[in-house]
């Protein structure tokens, strides 16, 4: 399986799912506790329209290194992504896209507000995580604030309900049984998170690519009338997909053709034929 390093020595893994003379180069960041090998159909179908696509195990996660649910410093994920970038750009020198879904929409998001001199041709956010969807216990966000500064590497459960993730039963069963899943997050990675919400929402006029924004109606992980709101006060190109009826993973729907063809459609639009 390919793999890179990252600038601070961190073996990071990925996937290439790759199409002949690609039309771009599609970089996919999954969300917490999740990996690449999860939305392998969703690059399968990018890959036979044309596009190959590269899927990212953030650090600690999935098959990359680092420890599980932690993060020092969120600008961490945002060289791993250069450093990704640049790897790619070894592969093809298609244009590239940047999919990324709840966080990895964050940290896509935070990436286009810092990266003007290397911009990306366009990006695709699905389900952002700007803001929570569920309620957490009072009593768990006290012990993450206090544990934030005292001993940022313990751990605490997310507790996120799979079935919260897509409409398709399926989804939820190959989630719980999924190895590389830990459903965990450190306080002090929460704090680096919350920094980089409050971030996201301050430089948002930064933002200068085309972006499509692929939000859910019925999300209970992550608050969709905030990334809605966020996304109708950016300028420029910007396209949002509202799905009424669906939960986190629009991708994982049982319905899911409706937001691939919407990608589809904003790729060849972003990235017209040579």
């Known amino acids: 399986m390919p793999a890179f390093t990252a600038p601070d020595g961190l073996h990071l893994v990925f996937e290439a799912v790759e ?6 180069a599609v970089l996919f960041l999954p969300g917490w506790s999740d990996h690449g090998g999860r939305w392998l159909e969703t690059a399968e179908r990018l890959r036979k329209a044309g596009h190959s696509v590269y899927l990212l ?14 993060l020092s410093r969120f600008s961490q994920l ?26 990895g929409g964050l940290v896509v998001l935070r990436y286009l507000e810092t990266q003007p001199s290397d911009p ?24 993450g604030r206090l544990l934030a500064d ?31 899943v830990h459903a965990r997050m450190t ?30 109606g019925e999300d209970r992980i992550v608050d ?8 109708d006060g950016l300028r420029g190109d910007v ?9 986190h993973e629009a991708l994982h729907d049982p319905q899911r053709d409706h937001p691939l063809a919407d990608i589809l459609t904003f790729l060849a639009r972003a990235t017209p034929p040579a």
């Not at 945002?78 to 896209?97: E, K, M, S, Y």
Request: glycine letters at 8%; aromatic letters at 8%.
């Open 120 to 143: 990306v041709t366009a990006a695709v956010v699905s389900s952002p995580f700007l803001g929570l969807g569920y309620a957490v216990n009072p009593l768990k966000l006290l012990a």
């Open 57 to 70: 195990d953030l650090r600690g996660q999935g098959r990359s290194e680092g420890r599980r649910g932690h």
């Open 239 to 247: 396209q949002v997909r509202w799905y009424p009826e669906m939960y």
């Open 187 to 216: 306080a002090g990675a929460w704090k680096e998170i919350q920094w980089a919400q409050r971030a996201v929402a301050a430089d948002a006029h930064r933002i200068d690519r085309p972006v499509q924004f692929l939000l859910a």
């Open 78 to 103: 945002l060289g791993d992504l250069q450093a990704f970038r640049r790897q790619v750009r070894v592969r093809t020198d298609a244009p590239q896209v940047l999919l990324g879904h709840s966080f």
């Open 19 to 24: 199409a002949p003379r690609p039309r771009s």
């Open 150 to 180: 005292l001993a940022p590497a313990v751990a605490l459960r997310t507790g996120l309900d799979p079935e919260a993730l897509s409409r398709d039963p399926a989804v939820a069963a190959g989630y719980r049984a999924d190895p590389l």
């Open 224 to 231: 969709a009338g905030m990334a809605r709101a966020f996304a």
